[in-house]
T-cell receptor, first 111, second 116 residues
Framework: GEDVEQSLFLSVREGDSSVINCTYT??????LYWYKQEPGAGLQLLTY?????DMKQDQRLTVLLNKKDKHLSLRIADTQTGDSAIYFC???????????FGAGTRLAVHP | NAGVTQTPKFRVLKTGQSMTLLCAQD?????MYWYRQDPGMGLRLIHY???????AKGEVPDGYNVSRLKKQNFLLGLESAAPSQTSVYFC???????????????FGPGTRLTVL
């Protein structure tokens, strides 16, 4: 079946850029999402990209999509301690807005 | 608007007990979903519903049942709980707009369930 893979942990220094990577298998996915989960909370949509785009920028966030390699990345510029959270990559699969999620990348930001 | 709410927030069950988790949304969304979140495995879809009175199986439906008698509510039932069902359960809802650019899923805060 369809699969989405992410590395599980990333540690960065405050002020540096963070890059979280994701690979997926379903080439028919039309939308690809990044969700953020803070401790003890549900998931919130951070940003998304349509499959015919290569890049999307939204303030400190940059999403890059390499459709040929089925690779998605999220770059957070000037990472702050408030960015510490789990980041999930998700792709549409099978209609009805259904999503396949990666395992999540835990981002730790240290001084 | 409260968005998506889940009841209860925490629950401890003994093996073999039953319980129902309630999800409610006040955004008039057509689609609703139940996920479970386990360490290192992300979120996995249990069941979903595309409208009042309809339900469908997701990726991991065994041991769970669901009902959507009202558009705003989506219930997840465990008939005979097992330790393997210890998890955090999330409900989500999504609107449907024909021709829309994208359709965000809105998540509830989760229910932490422990089965002893």
């Amino acid at each position: 079946g369809e699969d989405v893979e992410q590395s599980l942990f990333l540690s960065v220094r405050e002020g540096d850029s963070s890059v979280i990577n994701c690979t997926y298998t379903d080439s028919s996915s039309t939308y690809l999402y990044w969700y953020k989960q803070e401790p003890g909370a549900g998931l919130q949509l951070l940003t998304y990209i349509f499959s015919n785009m290569d890049m999307k920028q939204d303030q400190r966030l940059t999403v890059l999509l390499n459709k040929k390699d089925k690779h998605l990345s999220l770059r957070i510029a000037d990472t702050q301690t408030g960015d510490s959270a789990i980041y999930f990559c998700a792709v549409t699969s099978g209609g009805y807005n259904k999503l396949i999620f990666g395992a999540g990348t835990r981002l730790a930001v240290h001084p | 608007n409260a968005g998506v709410t889940q009841t209860p927030k925490f629950r401890v069950l003994k093996t073999g007990q039953s319980m129902t988790l309630l999800c409610a949304q006040d955004m008039n969304h057509e689609y609703m979903y139940w996920y479970r979140q386990d360490p290192g495995m992300g979120l996995r879809l249990i069941h979903y519903s595309v409208g009042e009175g309809t339900t469908a199986k997701g990726e991991v439906p065994d041991g769970y049942n669901v009902s959507r008698l009202k558009k705003q509510n989506f219930l997840l039932g465990l008939e005979s709980a097992a330790p393997s069902q210890t998890s955090v359960y999330f409900c989500a809802s999504s609107y449907f707009l024909a021709g829309a650019s994208y359709n965000e899923q809105f998540f509830g805060p989760g229910t932490r369930l422990t089965v002893l």
